[in-house]
């Protein structure tokens, strides 16, 4: 397998077969005591992913038990996946963050009125679980008559303790609203993370996750050797494949960071509660700076060429959770393996495509809507103060050019070529096998100390951003914009771009090394730092989304409202109907 990152800044490298350096990582591994190292020569397959396969085998067996399951109604539920459809295009959500998003909004729309006492009604924890649950499988968020009834209690216990958190919010003054609302809604973020955990008890992702984690800490090593702790390697190889793996954002890898600080996060008593309550903001904090960590997307770029192999170990698990007994006789048999891959690595390659078209299209209708509220919001009145006006001809142009932007953007992706097959079969067998040449990562940590090239680069970089901005903003210009909306629309499309790059990071999927043509590479030129301002305004508009924010108490609270009427009438229909025998 040919090296992909050569000629990047010198920074991780994969390294061909070296015997020094894979005596730096046994070293390294053996001085830190590493429990993920051993090998057993009587095992076919790595430790890490031999004891994926029990524990994953073991908790499906276990799943199968009799429970009580929660049921919907089907005609409420109809309704309400349209309604989660719409909220999708508004929210500007990728399909991973739904479920979270849906709960975070059943959680605001429900605990904000009483935080700000508009109400003095307080929400019982055992009611508001059952809510959660009820509007999530409705909404199509969580399979019917599949959720055990037992485990609304779970999520009332949930609920109870970040309560207890909500109240350390108080410490912020009445000058510091800005941080009391990060703060609350970060609880309540976290909140959703747990809620989903335990309604989904996703074994298998975390199973795939710690995985991942541990063969990448056998196989990376750093020069200097003694740049990091071992439990900074550990999390910064948590977090990037976490990122990667499955694409979740910051809310979940804080969550799962809180839980390895808090060994008792999950069962914390009254007094660690307390105790935890207290620190929390500050703990929120430096993990917050932890993932701003510069070096971290050096882990990132490592992680995003092998999590391949762990999404078709994932689909491989999935398909056998019927049957557990014959996953390990399949992973233990290299050509029954090989065809397990080949064929999940062909399922995903024809379903990536379309995957790429429906987030593009959900991406750009949400721009679109955004820019409709902004265009009557601010533009026009901003335009009229100015006495310009717009023309029929401007306001089309004002909608069509980013429209058009993200489309360009997203028909010109291009899918992995078709020897990348090849590639990825070899590089799951070197993570699968303990016979196979095991591949050798390297971080190299830069100087403090700029060098001239490093300089003249970030130069460069900053007078790209600005030209291609004035370029943009000319665009605009000639169009006959008004010059308000000139300035507004030359960095709202920042938006529409950095969703176009973020499409485009998502077709890498099935890649394991980076194949980049000439016209790419200008693209790329073009288009990342465009991207890089638009994510900032990306974050901005997510945290002051005002159609959110109006969909959330205008619309959603008398929505659910009406879908509990509607399922309260089917109930008691069904009622007057068994009467009748």
Not at 315 to 341: A, M, Q, R, T, V
Not at 365 to 388: R, Y
Not at 476 to 498: E, K, R
């Amino acid at each position: 397998m040919s090296t992909i990152y050569e000629n990047k800044e010198k920074v991780d490298n994969i390294v061909s077969d070296n015997d020094v350096r894979q005596e730096e990582v046994r070293e390294r591994n053996n001085d830190y005591g590493s429990g993920n190292t051993e090998i057993d020569n009587d095992d076919i397959l790595t430790k890490p992913l031999g004891k994926l396969i029990d524990s994953y085998s073991s908790e499906v067996a276990i799943s199968k038990k009799h429970y009580t399951p929660i049921h919907v109604d089907e005609i409420a539920s109809r309704i309400a996946k349209v309604y989660e459809k719409i909220r999708k295009i508004i929210d500007w959500k990728d399909d991973n963050a739904l479920r979270r998003s849906a709960i975070e909004r059943i959680l605001k729309r429900i605990i904000f009125p009483n935080l700000a006492g508009l109400t003095t009604k307080k929400a019982a924890v055992d009611e508001l679980s059952e809510t959660i649950t009820v509007e999530l499988i409705r909404g199509g968020h969580l399979p019917n008559d599949t959720i055990p009834m037992e485990r609304l209690s779970d999520v009332a216990n949930i609920l109870k303790k970040y309560l207890v958190f909500l109240k350390s919010a108080d410490k912020y003054d009445f000058f510091a609203v800005k941080q009391k609302i990060n703060y609350t809604n970060f609880i309540l973020e976290i909140a959703a993370c747990e809620i989903e955990e335990v309604l989904t008890n996703p074994v298998k992702e975390y199973g795939i996750i710690n995985t991942m984690s541990s063969l990448l800490y056998e196989r990376i090593n750093f020069i200097p050797k003694d740049h990091l702790k071992e439990d900074d390697i550990r999390k910064y190889i948590l977090i990037a494949t976490i990122k990667t793996l499955y694409d979740l954002d910051d809310k979940f890898i804080t969550y799962i960071l809180l839980k390895q600080k808090y060994v008792n996060w999950n069962s914390a008593s009254d007094e660690e509660l307390e105790k935890i309550s207290k620190e929390l903001p500050n703990v929120w904090s430096e993990i917050g700076e932890d993932l701003k960590r510069p070096y971290l997307r050096k882990f990132i770029r490592i992680a995003e060429n092998v999590d391949t192999v762990f999404l078709l170990v994932d689909d491989i698990l999935s398909k056998y959770k019927d049957d557990p007994g014959k996953i390990k006789e399949n992973f233990e048999d290299h050509k029954k393996l090989e065809k397990l891959l080949t064929k999940s690595y062909e399922s995903r390659y024809k379903t990536l495509k379309t995957r790429l078209f429906r987030l593009a299209i959900f991406s750009t209708l949400s721009v679109f809507l955004s820019n409709w509220v902004t265009f009557f919001i601010v533009e026009v009145p901003l335009a009229n103060i100015f006495a310009e006006g717009f023309s029929f001809r401007a306001a089309v142009i004002d909608f069509v050019l980013p429209t058009a932007v993200m489309f360009f953007l997203v028909i010109i992706i291009r899918l992995p070529k078709k020897n990348n097959i090849n590639k990825v079969i070899d590089l799951a067998f070197s993570f699968i096998y303990q016979d196979e040449e095991k591949r050798l990562y390297q971080i190299r940590f830069e100087n403090k100390r700029p060098s001239m090239i490093k300089i003249i680069m970030t130069s460069l970089y900053f007078e790209i951003i600005i030209f291609t901005f004035i370029g943009i903003a000319y665009a605009f210009y000639i169009a006959n914009l008004p010059i308000s909306s000139v300035v507004f629309d030359t960095f709202t499309i920042s938006l529409t771009v950095f969703a176009a790059v973020a499409i485009k990071n998502k077709s890498r999927e099935l890649s394991v090394d980076e194949d980049t043509s000439v016209g790419s590479f200008l693209l790329d030129m073009l288009s990342v730092p465009v991207a890089k301002v638009g994510s900032v305004f990306a974050r901005k508009w997510k945290e002051y989304n005002i159609v959110a924010i109006l969909f959330n108490f205008l619309i959603e609270t008398p929505f659910a409202v009406i879908l509990n009427i509607i399922q309260g009438w089917s109930d008691f229909i069904s009622e007057r109907k068994q009467e009748l025998h």
